[in-house]
């Protein structure tokens, strides 16, 4: 019964992103001269929920134990993974329109967060209802779906598959960055290990934090962990993945591709 209750609701979760998505366009094109008021809305709401994200933790984690488990708190709610690192970029990208920019909201921060929605855990617990970390965690995922293809849909951006190479070194430096904040925050704190974009390894983000993160996390864990068994390395194991982003890249830009000869047809026409 509790394995029905669980899929059931995960499935209303996904049914819900599908029709939110739907009705954000439908409305975009009912009123197109609102477009750009809603997407600019958009980004910055997902913004102002990393602000808040990090308010609150913070907050509740000295209510609820001190400043110990605030320290703890403040730092798991930083924007140290990569959906967090979007929620920077894509305002950035929408108020500047920078191309590199752009591609990464589509060729990352798109997959990144369909990824974390499909395979995150925390959807399938009975009382994610009343569960505030829950919709801290799907209302800015949703926006990452929505702003790339948005994007794409209204404003006429097409991102390059040239641009794959700098997206990759990008991460690589994401990752270097968030490992090096991760040893220094370690060494600093001592009693608890700080994982950021996890390479530290295949472990909770916060260790000392509680049992309930271990299990949301669980699913991102245990598919990083082919890694770690493969290359159990702090850091180095992170890089195997990098074949499977270009892959996915690859697989991102196919609809991209059928458009634009959809597109080269119609002009022959």
Sequence with gaps: MVWINQNLLYIIWVL???????LFFVLCRLNPKARRKRIVALG????????????????????????DLMWRQFIFSLPGHLCGVSSIII????????????????FIALPASL????????VGVTSFVSDLDTYIFWVPHLMYVIV??????????????KSIPKILLTLIIILTIA????????????????????????????????DGLGERQF???????????????????????????????????????????????????
């Excluded at 819900?16 to 739907?22: A, C, E, F, G, N």
């Excluded at 808040?52 to 933790?57: E, K, S, T």
């Excluded at 990824?115 to 925390?122: C, E």
């Design 179 to 210: 490992h090096i904040v991760n040893i220094s925050a370690t060494w600093f704190f001592q009693d608890y290990v700080v994982n950021y974009m996890y390479t530290m390894g295949p472990g909770d983000f916060i260790n000392a934090v509680g």
């Design 44 to 67: 910055f709401t997902a913004a102002f929920i990393l602000a808040f994200r990090i308010v609150f933790f913070t907050i509740r984690g000295y209510f609820e134990g001190g400043t």
């Design 91 to 106: 305002p950035i990208a929408i108020l500047t329109k920078k191309t590199f920019l752009l591609n990464y909201t589509y």
């Design 16 to 22: 819900s992103l599908v029709i939110s998505v739907v």
């Design 219 to 269: 699913h991102i864990i245990g598919f990083l962990e082919v890694f770690w068994n493969l290359l159990p390395v702090d850091y180095i194991y992170m890089l195997l993945l990098l074949p499977l982003v270009v892959l996915v890249c690859f697989v991102m830009y196919i609809p991209l591709y059928v458009l634009k000869c959809l597109s080269k047809r119609g002009e022959s026409l």
């Design 148 to 161: 790339p293809i948005y994007l794409i849909a209204f404003e006429g951006v097409r991102p390059s598959i």
């Design 115 to 122: 990824f974390a929605i499909m395979l995150n855990s925390s």
